[in-house]
């Protein structure tokens, strides 16, 4: 059964202090790994697209990165401002994506 | 450009009314989709269209019906609300699967709508 679990559920640092953000997937036929930003009473924002294992994306203080079986969001010295919930969903070879449940990262000044 | 747009933004109902939510998109996406998403769950698919005119069920239609007349314009409609459909609905559109060359594709969101059903 195609699913997509996220860890930790929820997340709080100091702002400065680096951490990952963990999405584990099965899925018949990966197309693609995606990573989206959702802030309270909004809906999700793209970041990231992975397509295969090894590859990397970097935006600002994000890094996603893709193994066979799961992804890590590594967010480096982050601020205020990255506070959010992160999720993660994958497109397997139909048309569908899956969503995992989401990370809610509070980073405190 | 306004990307996907989604009206209501906040609706109360009472059990066994019906209402529609209105998504409009002006990308030009061919492809468009209903989630709903409740606390722990994550997103759920409810119905999805790969093009006007067509629609199809995803993994929660049971409730809800669909039509897609127009390329840019979406409609989710309740029938007979249950306090069951109480939840955020996003709707999303993209590009058709064809266009990248892995075929995955990036979903664009709407801003939600918060539907409450008493």
């Known amino acids: 059964e195609d699913q997509v679990t996220q860890s930790p559920e929820a997340l709080r640092l100091q702002e400065g202090e680096s951490s990952s953000l963990n999405c584990s997937y099965t899925?018949?036929?990966?197309?693609?790994l995606f990573w989206y930003r959702q802030d309270p009473g909004k809906g999700p924002e793209f970041l990231f697209t992975?397509?295969?294992a090894g590859e990397e994306k970097e935006k600002e203080r994000l890094k996603a990165t893709l193994t066979k079986k799961e992804s890590f969001l590594h967010i480096t010295a982050p601020k205020p401002e990255d506070s959010a919930t992160y999720l993660c969903?994958?497109?397997?070879?139909?048309?569908?994506?899956?969503f995992g449940t989401g990370t809610s990262l509070t980073v405190i000044p | 450009n306004a990307g996907v747009t989604q009206t209501p933004k906040f609706r109360v109902l009472k059990t066994g009314q019906s209402m529609t939510l209105l998504c409009a998109q002006d990308m030009n996406h061919e492809y468009m989709y209903w989630y709903r998403q409740d606390p722990g769950m994550g997103l759920r698919l409810i119905h999805y269209?790969?093009?006007?005119?067509?629609?199809a069920k995803g993994e929660v239609p049971d409730g809800y019906n669909v039509s897609r007349l127009k390329k840019q314009n979406f409609l989710l409609g309740l029938e007979s609300a249950a306090p069951s459909q109480t939840s955020v609905y996003f709707c999303?559109?993209?590009?058709?699967?064809?266009?990248?060359?892995?075929?995955?594709?990036?979903?664009?969101f709407g801003a939600g709508s918060r539907l409450t059903v008493l």
């Open positions: 999303a559109s993209s590009y058709s699967f064809t266009g990248s060359f892995s075929g995955a594709n990036v979903l664009t």
């Open positions: 899925v018949s036929g990966l197309r693609g």
């Open positions: 969903a994958v497109q397997h070879t139909g048309n569908q994506f899956y």
């Open positions: 269209s790969v093009g006007e005119g067509t629609t």
């Open positions: 992975l397509y295969s």
